[in-house]
């Protein structure tokens, strides 16, 4: 009798340890993590397999910080499609800028800038194609706003509206000062960079050719303190980070080795302890890949 009930104890420990977790378990999981830190934090989650959605205050507005370089990457692919230029065609390396406040005009600095090495070429022409990669893999701020004096910020917007992200708003470049402090900043939701990355790796955005070379771009990305950290070796992961003072974003596609993929978004704000809250985001990273891996 006692051999029995071992037996059967042994059964349901078995279950018990192989029951899948559901996706409101996994969903209350990531917000206990989350809530460990200090500060305002949005997630989306699609399963690009199953259909399969988390999503926590994916509505609500953050300051885009550079991860309104991938709604830019977007539009110069839809424009150069259209034969407005060439990703081979040159641009002037200049630093003179217009504000979009009042015009007036502003410059940016080599030292609040993740790409230092662009500021010793002024006055020299580099393609298109090589400032948007840098504006993707380093972030350079330089080359984004001469990529978004070619292609005109509205149109960037108008872009995401056409794919039916509703709240991106793309309004200027980087570092406008007088913008900034009048409230005119580049906005997201982790809603809409969902629904982004999700056109792209459906290969849907401009067209198929143009989203594998935007998904070839963006799997170069240098800063990989989020998404991801804590993954295998073997998972890629196609994305755009963001960051200024207590914000710290992610965003993108992530592939298994058995042909899988899901969208992840992760934002943040008002951060009291960005090193934590950055380990925090990319263990929530590992448990929505951990939770997609169970589903194999």
């Known amino acids: 009798m006692i051999k029995q009930l071992l037996f059967l104890l042994l059964i349901i420990t078995f279950i018990s340890c192989d029951k899948k977790q559901t996706p409101e378990e996994l969903k209350e999981s990531i917000e206990k993590e989350l809530a460990n830190q ?16 988390i999503l926590i205050n994916e509505h609500t507005l953050f300051h885009a910080a550079s991860t309104m370089k991938a709604p830019v990457m977007v539009e110069v692919y839809k424009q150069a499609t259209t034969g407005k230029f060439s990703l081979k065609d040159s641009i002037l390396i200049k630093n003179e ?11 940016l600095t080599a030292e609040s800038d993740s790409d230092t090495l662009i500021y010793k070429h002024i006055g020299e022409k580099r393609t298109v194609y090589s400032l948007l990669y840098d504006m993707i893999i380093i972030s350079s701020n330089l ?11 509205k149109n960037v917007t108008q872009t995401m509206r056409d ?27 982790a809603y809409d960079l969902m629904l982004l990355y999700e ?3 459906n290969e849907e955005t401009v067209n198929a050719e143009a989203s594998m070379a935007m998904i070839d771009i963006l799997l170069d990305q240098r800063f990989n303190d989020i998404i991801p950290a804590k993954l295998p070796k073997e998972v890629k992961v196609a994305h755009k980070t963001g960051s200024i003072t207590g914000v710290r974003h992610d965003s993108g596609i992530v592939f298994l080795p058995d042909g ?18 950055i380990e925090s985001m990319a ?7 951990n939770y997609v891996k169970e589903t194999e």
Do not use: C, H, P, W
């Not at 800028?97 to 410059?107: E, G, P, V, W």
């Not at 080359?143 to 910020?153: F, G, Q």
């Not at 899988?260 to 809250?277: E, F, H, N």
């Open 163 to 189: 794919i039916g992200a509703n709240d991106i708003q793309v309004l200027r470049g980087v570092e406008d000062g007088k913008a900034f402090e009048a409230g005119l900043n580049n906005q997201v939701t």
């Open 283 to 289: 263990t929530v990273s590992e448990m929505i890949y």
């Open 97 to 107: 800028f217009k504000s979009i406040l009042d015009s007036s005009t502003y410059s």
């Open 199 to 201: 056109t792209i790796a």
């Open 260 to 277: 899988r993929k899901y969208i992840l978004v992760l934002l943040s704000k008002d951060l009291q302890d960005a090193d934590a809250s």
């Open 38 to 53: 200090s500060g305002n934090f949005a997630l989306a989650f699609k399963d690009l397999t199953t259909d399969e959605e």
């Open 143 to 153: 080359a984004t706003n001469l990529i978004v004096e070619l292609v005109d910020a």
